[in-house]
């Protein structure tokens, strides 16, 4: 457990009070009641001294550092006030002082109101507690400064971001991650990182180039998902890349882009103009960010002429070849979801100029330790206890996700108790759990899209895997090593001593119920569950399909008719009284499931364009669905022919009533 210092109120030695007015000195004479006040300081024309909290306090909202409070004598509410914190941060050494909160005194009456407003706007930006003048010098009460405490942090959902953080204050577990990409920029090697949506590749590109300025180098952003990048030819990024630098270098040397970059020299070009540039200003090496890289690479890229000519070769021999001669000049960085542009030693039938020289680097997962990290701490700043129970439950569903894990606890913060502190117990997880399943296929149909869209053999192997279906996946594995270095890569699966397991709980139960009309080796029980249970949810669908669609094409009167006429004879008089929607209820329908077939045969041009087949094929599928589909009734077992066939029957139908909403 954290060690809390016992820290007495009052001044420091050295605290310099006279730098103060008359009116911040009042009050900040009372804060020193309960407060230990240690340093001044200034920044543009607010006044700011350090506070520490007692250890009490401290223990309360789970600050050991000193708060950075501000003056601002601006009796209408100026926003400068909030930016001014960030400034102060960034001017200060980050051990010191706390990033997630600050203190605001004000001589408005409505700050309150003010800056709630402002923060609403800006989820990210640190806690900011405001007090007017009047209520710390007339009305100072220390209970009152724990309860306006309570409320702004309590009130705040730090979990629940969907964006990628742009700040320090909220990002986790891959500072280690960030330094090894900026040493090797130190060291003039290129890097690469490859995640799956939501995985935090934007949120770690943020926190390189936080690192990188810093430590006193440049860096150059190419977003290559916008049409203003991948819609240009290899010369013509080219060209944009050098004005891009020479903006970031802010240099001030005159570059003549006339007639330079056309296709027989633009490289020639490039070399020059960055070299000339490079040397006008002080020499540090800059790093070139290429954000969602799979945008100008072959066979995935947006436009025709990175997918299928020869720009993507072109390009960057161009870079090799100027690395190679000048390594000290830039390297590059490349992010993306597809690492096939660096994993491929042919690309377009070309040699790949890129080919084994940036290693490819994948978004690790949090292990478990990082998961508790980050939920204890924004938890205890929301008054939120996750004990070491909970806090491996979440690494075991969520697989150390950070986003989808953050998804969750944001969903434990709504459902908690409103009095905080509060402890997050097993019995609030399970049913948080059960809810996160039922309202996470978004989120998690997300993550997976690229998978399916451009490496569909993993996708299959994914299927396989959640359908319990080791042998196959084995196959696939052991034959095809890359397969199983994606799934890895991307945190999804995982190899232990007994074989290969799913990272995330809650993936491999998504899969499950997706892809649960896949499954193979079933008993002869689950088969005739499956068809049965497929084939009642057809026909009551097929019900409301035919209701429907007769009403439409015929209107009322006569949809009644033809679907009386369809019926047999001897079965007719009974239905005389009941009207369309009795006879075609989705759950009381007197009607069998020949009449379905019956009534969408005898009255097929309103149904052609429903069902994009022949009727014949809709009519066989339908007749083998009631004649073997089933076994339920008839008390059979199913032929293994058979049941494949269905499934194949049930494949083709069931998109066409999810197409009508049905």
């Known amino acids: 457990m954290k060690k809390i210092e016992n820290v007495k109120p009052g001044f420091h030695k050295e605290f310099k009070l006279d730098r103060f007015g008359k009116s911040e000195q009042s009050v900040l004479k009372k804060l020193a009641k309960n407060w230990f006040i240690t340093r001044t300081g200034k920044y543009a024309t607010f006044s700011y001294c350090l506070i520490k909290p007692t250890s009490e306090f401290s223990e309360m909202f789970n600050l050991d550092r000193e708060i950075v409070c501000v003056f601002s004598q601006y009796t209408t509410f100026d926003s400068r006030s909030i930016d001014v914190f960030d400034n102060i941060f960034n001017k200060m050494s980050g051990t010191r002082s706390e990033t997630v909160c600050g203190i605001l005194i ?50 705040r959902d730090l979990f629940s971001f969907l964006s ?15 330094n090894e990409i900026v040493n ?73 882009y006339n007639d330079r970059y056309e296709e027989k020299n633009a490289a020639d070009s490039f070399e020059v103009d960055i070299n000339k540039i490079y040397n006008s200003k002080k020499r540090v090496s800059t790093l070139f960010i290429f954000d969602e890289i799979e945008r100008i690479s072959p066979n995935t890229a947006s436009s025709e002429h990175w997918m299928e000519s020869l720009d993507f070769i072109y390009f960057w021999q161009t870079l090799r070849g100027f690395y190679q001669k000048h390594p000290h000049v830039f390297t590059y960085m490349l992010v993306g979801t597809n690492p096939s542009c660096v994993e491929s030693p042919t690309l377009l039938a070309q040699e790949n100029p890129i080919f084994a020289s940036i290693p490819s680097q994948y978004v690790p997962s949090f ?48 459902l908690a108790d409103k009095v905080r502190p509060t402890k997050i117990d097993k019995a609030l997880y399970i049913t948080a759990l059960s809810k996160f399943y039922s309202s996470s296929f978004e989120y998690l149909n997300m993550i997976l899209q690229v998978l399916e869209s451009w490496y569909p053999d ?29 799934l890895i890569g991307y945190g999804l699966v995982q190899k232990g001593h007994g074989g290969y397991s799913f990272s995330l709980d809650i993936l491999s139960n998504y899969l499950k119920k997706q892809y649960k009309n896949e499954r193979m080796n079933l008993s002869e029980e689950e088969k005739v569950q499956e068809i049965s249970s497929r084939r009642n949810k057809l026909e009551k669908g097929l019900r409301i399909l035919i209701r429907n669609t007769l009403r439409s094409s015929l209107g009322l009167k006569l949809a009644r008719e033809k679907v009386g006429a369809a019926i047999p004879e001897d079965r007719r008089t009974k239905l005389t009284e009941l009207s369309l929607n009795d006879i075609l209820h989705q759950n009381k329908s007197p009607l069998f499931f020949l009449d379905l077939v019956n009534i969408v045969s005898k009255n097929w041009d309103s149904f052609k364009h429903v069902f994009e087949f022949e009727k014949t094929k809709f009519t066989t599928m339908l007749t083998e669905i009631n004649t073997i589909g089933r076994p339920d009734a008839h008390a059979k077992n199913i032929v293994e022919d058979d049941f494949l066939q269905l499934r194949l029957h049930f494949k083709k139908l069931e998109p066409i009533l999810e197409e009508w909403g049905i």
């Open 106 to 155: 004000s001589a408005d009456e409505n700050v309150d109101k003010k800056v709630d407003d402002i923060l609403n706007t800006d989820p990210e930006h640190c806690i900011i507690v405001p007090f007017t003048y009047e209520e710390l010098y007339f009305h100072y009460n220390n209970t009152d400064i724990e309860n306006k405490f309570r409320k702004k942090f309590y009130s």
């Open 164 to 178: 990628p953080l742009k700040k320090e204050v909220y990002f986790f577990g891959r500072n280690n991650l960030v």
């Open 184 to 256: 090797r920029h130190k060291s003039s090697e290129h890097s690469s990182l490859f995640g799956l949506r939501k995985s935090g590749k934007t949120s770690i590109v943020y926190a390189i180039q936080r690192n990188l300025v810093l430590n006193g180098f440049d860096f150059v952003s190419i977003d290559c998902e916008s049409p203003s990048v991948h819609k240009l030819r290899w010369n013509e990024l080219l060209e944009k890349i050098v004005k891009s630098y020479h903006k970031t270098k802010e240099s001030k040397v005159s570059i003549d």
């Open 367 to 414: 292990n478990s330790h990082q998961v508790a990290e980050m939920v204890t701490k924004l938890g205890s700043y929301m008054g939120l206890e996750f004990d070491d129970y909970i806090c491996m439950k979440l690494y075991e569903d969520f697989g150390g996700h950070p986003f989808l894990t953050r998804q969750m606890c944001s969903l434990l913060n709504g």
């Open 458 to 486: 993993e996708y299959e192997m994914l299927k396989l895997l959640a359908n319990e279906d080791t042998n196959s996946f084995e196959l696939f594995a052991n034959d095809h090593l890359d397969y199983t270095r994606h």
